[in-house]
């Protein structure tokens, strides 16, 4: 492919993105297909540009793996400008500006990472990298506005004891510390809470992600194979199972039961079926594992600070 065709395409590309900025669906690859033959390429060079894309994003990763945030953009910006929709394109983008903000601390980077990683979710809102970037930019405007704050209150704690004199200083020195051991009990607070939320967030995610799975598992269930009587009574069982409020793991065995009846060979439709709810399963996975992190984390907190913050109670991991 020359240059000038893959330039053509790639503004045809941003000009639709552009269009549908304010829709919650984006362009399908059909649709991006069907782009890129009326400009003029072929089937095969319009394959070439999604793994193109794709190897820009799997790039970019390896880059900002090494804190190589300047490559990492580059490769970052070569994805999403050939494919936006690529997976993890956005969320790569918005690593790399965040690293390179981190790094400078150009506050026009923080915006760049923020606008990434809102384009990042809106495509994947369980986009793990993209939610990490969020959450970090977050905690660092919360922490650049604390800082702020205790600036603020030394200033005028000194202006105000050089103004009173000696004697009232002595006063304000034991007011400033009464007051720096209550700030201290509120940060351990603070802290204790944020260990909370994060374990109540995860949780919601995988919760999020099983009921998504059990929908797919629920849409499967219409087009997976039942040409024998072993089949036809699995059926019917995880017709059953997927109903609200049974125990994931009964349905999660039955599945694994059910795929172990299929055919060597699928039709294409139960095989997209059947990535899309690996894909939920991978996601689950990976989120029991933050769980389990996040858990251990603030029943440390909770086991140090727990005597002054009775509120607090231990937590124990249940997704094994």
């Not at 639709?16 to 919650?24: I, L, N």
């Not at 820009?56 to 580059?74: I, S, W």
């Not at 020195?173 to 603070?190: H, L, P, R, V």
Request: glycine content about 4%; cysteine-free.
């Amino acid at each position: 492919m020359q240059d000038s065709e893959l330039d053509n395409y790639i503004a045809a590309i941003v000009r639709k993105a552009q269009e549908d900025q304010d829709s919650d669906r984006p362009l399908t690859r059909k649709e991006m297909e069907e782009l890129a033959l009326s400009m003029g390429l072929t089937e095969e060079q319009f394959r070439e540009l999604m793994v193109k894309a794709i190897r820009h994003t799997q790039t970019a990763r390896r880059f900002l793996d090494q804190n190589n945030y300047e490559d990492g953009l580059k490769e970052a910006k070569n994805a999403v400008a050939i494919n936006p929709y690529v997976e993890k394109g956005y969320s790569m983008l918005a690593l790399a500006y965040f690293q390179k903000y981190q790094d400078l601390g150009d506050y026009n980077d923080r915006v760049q990472a923020e606008y990434a990683a809102q384009k990042a979710l809106k495509l994947n809102s369980h986009d793990q990298r993209a939610i990490n970037v969020m959450s970090a930019l977050s905690k660092d405007k919360r922490t650049k506005s604390k800082d702020n704050k205790r600036i603020y209150i030394v200033l005028a704690a000194l202006i105000m004891a050089i103004a009173i004199g000696a004697v009232v200083f002595i006063a304000l020195g034991k007011q400033i510390d009464d007051a720096m051991d209550q700030q201290d009990q509120n940060s351990t607070k603070n802290q204790l809470i944020e260990a909370e939320e994060t374990v109540n967030s995860i949780e919601m995610e995988i919760k999020v992600e099983q009921d998504r799975k059990r929908s797919l598992i629920r849409e499967f269930i219409a087009i997976g194979p039942e040409s024998s009587h072993a089949q036809t009574k699995l059926k019917k069982k995880l017709s059953f199972l997927v109903a609200d409020g049974i125990d994931p793991s009964e349905l999660d065995e039955a599945f694994k039961e059910y795929k172990s009846t299929f055919p060597a060979e699928l039709d294409e439709s139960i095989q997209t079926h059947l990535i899309q709810i690996e894909g939920a399963e991978n996601r689950i996975a990976f989120q029991r594992g933050e769980l389990a992190k996040a858990i251990k984390a603030y029943n440390i907190l909770v086991k140090k600070y727990g005597s002054e913050n009775p509120e607090f109670q231990l937590k124990e991991y249940s997704y094994e």
